[in-house]
């Protein structure tokens, strides 16, 4: 057991709820300080999946000529604000630089130590009869229009083989034998037996916040100002008065940009912001998470009713929704579950706190040993969360980290 601490922790999502129940299972003092509602920011209405066969970076080789497609296609899933361009052009180099094969790959390496071990330290953080109300283990599908496989596939596969990932590949029969509801149009997919879901992305946040209050986690509802590191400890400014701690973990999603600003960090971090479509009347269309591999569009079966989530659009997290993004997702939806009647439709749209390399921040600030980072998880939340957790628990405890943070240093 670690020495006990005073632990704030900004930020109520997936990531800053994990890291304190994490911390007060070590016997840490630990208050969650959270401006809105818990689980109420990106973390709210995700695509609810956690995969880890596919915790591939956004960037991949060839990935630039795909994206260029997809910019300059007025009904394709990215979309570059232009008053944007400035902010994200330095991101978008470093994204790119991502998609060479030595790059693209070191940062695959990096992405499976942190995602793959997310099912037994989820079971560990929930017990088990909690796990099993909140998760669905019952695999993730990609699926494909076209028949033929391309040079990527294959090197993707000796990857997962590589690492140990289950999957295994499908011709149209076997996709209809799992998925009856999807179109017939598929002609091929990827199954990936180790991955699933949760029954609903807000209620996975609240159950860890109930393990977390079991174990004397508190919530302060404020917005955190100012990080002001002293010499014993760091006082928080917050909009609720001042706030003292031993040590902070900054898990603010797209706000931990702000806030690492104001203490002389520029992050790696933009806003990529994407939305959901949600069906209460087609819930069980299908059974588990099937992407459309050329819209990177996923639809999930959720408590909610059926999720359909995708969409990269790098604009300000401030700047209001475009309904035409939902829209896109819409007609998706009816392609993908050809002759099912969608009825009543709810829209979202939540913001990634997205790397170019798609490697979360976890680690401390250079000059602030007691001043944490837990941030930049993008659209792997769900699956990262615990093992960053884990790793903030490591470091906060001063033992050496489970698995090397050098990938996710803050940079
Ligand atoms: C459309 C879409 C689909 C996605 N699908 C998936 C998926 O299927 N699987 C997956 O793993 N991931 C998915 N993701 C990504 C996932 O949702 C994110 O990676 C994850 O939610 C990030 O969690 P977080 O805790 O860092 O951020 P958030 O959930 O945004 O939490 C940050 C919290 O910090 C609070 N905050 C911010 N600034 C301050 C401040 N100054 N003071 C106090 N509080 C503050 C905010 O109010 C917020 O509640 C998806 C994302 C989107 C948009």
């Not at 796990?131 to 028949?147: E, I, M, Q, S, T």
């Not at 990527?152 to 011709?171: I, Q």
């Not at 992050?267 to 990177?296: C, F, K, N, Q």
């Amino acid at each position: 057991m670690a020495e006990p601490r005073t632990v704030a922790v900004i930020g109520g999502g997936v990531i800053g709820v994990s890291c304190a129940l994490m911390l007060a299972r070590e016997g840490h003092r630990v208050t969650v300080i959270e401006e809105g509602r818990i689980g109420h920011g990106c973390s709210w209405g995700n695509g609810a999946q956690y995969n880890v066969g596919a915790s591939f970076p956004m960037a991949y080789p060839g990935v630039m000529w795909r994206a260029l497609r997809w910019l300059a296609d007025a009904n394709g899933p990215v979309r570059l604000a232009p008053r944007e361009l400035p902010r994200t052009l330095p991101w978008l180099v470093r994204f790119l630089r991502t998609g060479r094969p030595g790059a693209w790959e070191a940062a695959y390496t990096a992405l499976h130590a942190l995602n793959a071990p997310c099912v037994k330290l989820y079971q560990e953080m929930l017990g088990d009869t909690e796990w099993k109300r909140v998760f669905r283990p019952n695999g993730a599908l990609h699926v494909w229009r076209d028949g033929s496989l391309g040079a990527l596939d294959g090197v993707m596969d000796n990857l997962r083989t590589r690492y140990g990932v289950a999957f295994e590949r499908l011709d149209a029969e076997q996709v209809r034998e799992l998925e009856l509801g999807l179109s017939p149009d598929y002609r091929r997919g990827i199954f990936f037996p180790g991955s699933g879901s949760v029954s609903s992305p807000v209620g996975l946040v609240e159950s860890l916040m109930q393990q977390a209050a079991a174990l004397g986690v508190a919530v302060v509802t404020a917005g955190v100002k100012a990080i002001e590191p002293g010499p014993n400890g760091v006082t928080l400014q917050t909009s609720t008065g001042p706030h003292h701690c031993d040590t902070v973990v900054i898990a603010a999603g797209i706000g931990s940009r702000d806030l690492a600003r104001s203490l002389g960090i520029s992050l790696s971090l933009t806003s990529e912001r994407g939305y959901h479509i949600t069906m209460p009347g087609i819930a069980g269309a299908i059974s588990r998470p099937v992407t459309d591999a050329a819209s990177a569009f996923v639809a999930t079966p959720l408590d909610e009713g059926l999720r359909v989530v995708g969409i990269a659009e790098f604009d300000a997290p401030n700047v209001p929704p475009d309904k035409r993004q939902c829209e896109k997702l819409l007609a998706c939806a009816r392609t993908m579950l050809r002759d099912k009647p969608v009825g009543e439709v709810s829209e979202w749209m939540g913001v990634r706190p997205s790397t170019p390399d798609s490697l979360p921040i976890i680690g401390p600030h250079p000059n602030h040993a007691d001043i944490l980072f837990a941030t930049g998880h993008g659209h792997m939340g769900i699956s990262g969360a615990p093992m960053t957790a884990a790793l903030i628990s490591d470091l906060v405890a001063g033992r050496e980290p489970r698995v090397s943070c050098v990938p996710y240093r803050v940079r």
